[in-house]
């Protein structure tokens, strides 16, 4: 969307996030002050809980500190792989509503939906419905901001917080900004702040109002810049990060192990999640690779393409489990340290990327990788998978298993 007075930007943070996921996982710590962050000697804050936030405590201060200042909390260290998870969610609900979403951070992204607007009933209608599909189906709460620009969205969704939602219209851009200290523009920190109160400029609105020659005095070749914000404008565009090219997940074993069944008990486990983040960022992807440094160190890496994409986990470990068993056959005897699987070749639209019955027809017979890939993603797969999903979902990762997984040693 090239037209800045015509776009519809959404920007969604969720709210404490690591703290809430922490809290939506175990409920008894719902409503008590939360600290997540190292909790060794030189410890730093991740987040805190709102109820933590009372106390003073915040992200990046020493847990030392925090501490102190809030001795009752539960403290507790981050999961970042649960977080993941969860922002996975997050994100593909987004994607429901456009393409063109950029994430800052896991619990952070900008929408552009102006193509949406019809489709989904208007701005405000698409910032409600984001934010009530965020808590029924993750669990979680969202603050929300919309605007005609990122400035002004992200500056509605962080005014409103916890739980927000505000539109911030364009012909109300100055009245919302004219009240802020300066310090809420990008790029004015502890540096130019004070030389801009020198000048008598605490506000948004009189960094708006000043002579712009005398605003140089403090800002330099800025001072236009910032006198554009101040009257909120800002054309820079919503532009999605490029995916990510590969998804993978390795584990080095405690011992080193031999057993067949335990080596591709792990390798379910390691496909089971990487097909589910495939599937929750709608994404397929066409090349299987799997990773084996045996007891000696020696790495080794095998890879094989299908004929179209999946994001099955059937599909999946059929591949990864053929690769395995063919390094098997060239190290017998050979105990593994390390095990990992991974997919290459993402592609972003599920839908577009399906495989096809004509594809599924037109695939070649030849090779062991073509044979699997003829049997891409059954309707079958997909119910079971979307089942899988769905009970994850409701009970974490310890709800459901492939039986195959639970023959695991490790566990
Ligand atoms: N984070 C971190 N270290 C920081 C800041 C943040 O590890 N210095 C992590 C923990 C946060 C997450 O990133 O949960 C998101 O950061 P936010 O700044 O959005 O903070 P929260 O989501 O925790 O709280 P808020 O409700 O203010 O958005
Ligand atoms: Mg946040």
Not at 20 to 44: A, Q, T, W
Not at 55 to 64: E, F, N
Not at 213 to 231: D, I, W, Y
Request: aromatic share 6%; charged share 25%; hydrophobic share 40%.
């Amino acid at each position: 969307m090239s037209d800045p007075e015509l776009r519809a930007v959404i920007h969604v943070d969720m709210d404490a996030f690591y703290a809430s996921v922490e809290c939506l996982d175990d409920p008894s710590l719902r409503g008590l002050p939360l600290i997540v962050g190292g909790l060794g000697p030189r410890g730093v804050v991740a987040t805190a809980s709102y109820e933590a936030r009372v106390y003073g405590v915040h992200s990046a201060m020493p847990m030392a500190q925090a501490r102190r200042l809030c001795p009752q909390a539960r403290f507790v260290k981050p999961r970042m792989t649960r977080y993941g998870e969860k922002s996975a969610e997050v994100f593909g609900i987004f994607r429901d509503f456009t393409p063109l979403v950029e994430g800052l951070s896991l619990d952070e992204a900008f929408l552009d939906v102006s193509g949406s607007l019809r489709l989904f009933g208007g701005h405000v209608a698409i910032g409600q419905r984001i934010k009530q599909r965020i808590a029924t189906e993750t669990g979680l709460s969202a603050s929300v901001g919309l605007a005609h620009n990122k400035f002004l969205a992200k500056l509605a969704s962080e005014a409103q917080k916890p739980d927000g939602f505000l539109q911030v219209p364009a012909d109300g851009a100055r009245a919302f900004l004219d009240p802020m200290p300066v310090t809420r523009l990008w790029g004015i920190g502890k540096r130019t702040a004070p030389r801009l109160r020198a000048l008598g400029v605490l506000t948004i609105g009189q960094l708006r109002r000043v002579d712009v020659s005398v605003l140089q005095t403090a800002l330099g070749k800025r001072a236009e810049h910032f006198q554009r914000l101040a009257r909120g404008e800002d054309s820079r565009e919503v532009t999605p990060a490029r995916a990510d090219k590969s998804i993978s997940h390795e584990v080095t074993f405690d011992a080193n192990v031999l057993d067949r069944t335990e080596l591709l008990a792990e390798l379910q486990r390691q496909v089971e999640k990487v097909a589910a983040r495939l599937r929750a960022r709608e994404q397929m992807a066409t090349t299987v690779v799997v990773k084996v440094r045996d007891a000696c160190f020696q790495t080794v890496t095998r890879s094989r393409s299908m004929p179209a994409c999946s994001n099955s986990t059937r599909t999946l470990y059929r591949l990864a489990r053929a690769l395995l068993e063919a390094w098997r056959e060239d190290h017998q005897g050979t105990p593994v340290r390390l095990l990992g699987m991974g997919v290459t070749g993402i592609e972003g639209n599920a839908a577009k990327c399906r495989v096809s019955d004509s594809m599924r027809e037109n695939a070649s017979t030849n090779g062991a990788s073509e044979r699997i890939g003829e049997q891409l993603d059954s309707q079958d797969e997909r119910g079971i998978d979307r089942v899988f999903d769905r009970i994850k979902h409701r009970f974490g990762s310890a709800g459901i298993a492939h039986a195959q997984t639970l023959r695991r040693k490790k566990d």
